[in-house]
């Protein structure tokens, strides 16, 4: 897929060109699969290089289909693989030059090792080591360990963080490049693990039911419960700061 080219008369012409979408356009198109997408996020892939939205003259973004289609696709690949940005955008450069191949893996095998022999029950989730980890958010050991004790980022038991960690330390990232520390985010951690226990009261009767369909009805309404707590979390915190996000 080719994205729209930037520079030329793309950059005049942008602002009157039908079927292209500012910033806020953009956010809500890509709301509806990835909710805890927002305009930070987005600017920072195109800081990344991810994305390369037009320009009017005056400064204001301007995306084509082809960009959010792009962007979807960068989203896709932090969510289910959760591979770093630069192996994203290497993959996606090559895709474009008809080069691509099968996405790398990250996880708990390494090159040479054998496959379980048994299969799993359900498909195992990403999961990228320590080193990974802090290559792909850009921070330092010294980081990582102090949003460690704070508890907001958790290793699994081998050590490895799985893809909500990961999603969690990017956004603790972005979040430091608007001065506000870890520290200061306890009270954000602490009002999530009171709703997930909220949401735990709610689903963990069909949790412990003997039916296996029971069980798995269980997971489908926690993930609704969950995902209905993070837009009322949103909303209110929006409400509470007399903003709207476009």
């Keep these: 897929m080719l994205r729209t080219p930037r520079g030329g008369a793309g950059h005049g012409t942008a602002a009157a060109d039908t079927g292209l979408m500012s910033i806020g356009t953009v956010l809500n198109a890509l709301r509806d699969e990835f909710p805890e997408v927002t305009i930070s996020k987005i600017r920072f892939l195109e800081s990344e290089g991810l994305v390369e939205p037009r320009r009017t003259p005056s400064g204001y973004r301007k995306f084509s289909a082809e960009d959010v289609e792009r962007?979807?696709?960068?989203?896709r690949m932090q969510r289910d693989h959760y591979l770093p940005l630069k192996v994203i955008r290497e993959h996606l450069d090559a895709m474009e030059r008809g080069e691509a191949g099968p996405l790398p893996k990250l996880g708990r095998q390494r090159d040479g090792e054998?496959?379980?022999a048994e299969p799993s029950e359900a498909p195992t989730a990403a999961r990228i080591g320590r080193a990974e980890l802090l290559a792909a958010v850009g921070i330092g050991e010294a980081e990582?360990?102090?949003w460690e004790s704070y508890g907001l980022v958790v290793p699994l038991e081998d050590g490895v963080y799985?893809?909500?960690a990961a999603t969690v330390a990017s956004l603790i990232a972005e979040l430091g490049r608007f001065g506000i520390e870890p520290r200061h985010l306890r009270v954000m951690k602490a009002a999530a693990d009171r709703e997930a226990g909220l949401v735990d009261q709610v689903v963990s009767p069909l949790r412990r039911?003997?039916?296996p369909q029971t069980r798995a009805h269980a997971e489908a309404r926690t993930k609704e419960l969950a995902g209905l707590t993070v837009r009322l979390h949103a909303a209110l915190v929006q409400t509470a700061l007399g903003v709207r996000l476009p």
Excluded: F, K, S
Aim: aromatic share 0%; hydrophobic share 40%.
């Design 71 to 75: 962007l979807a696709q960068v989203l």
């Design 114 to 116: 054998t496959a379980p």
């Design 144 to 146: 990582l360990t102090e």
């Design 162 to 164: 799985d893809a909500e």
């Design 209 to 211: 039911h003997r039916n």
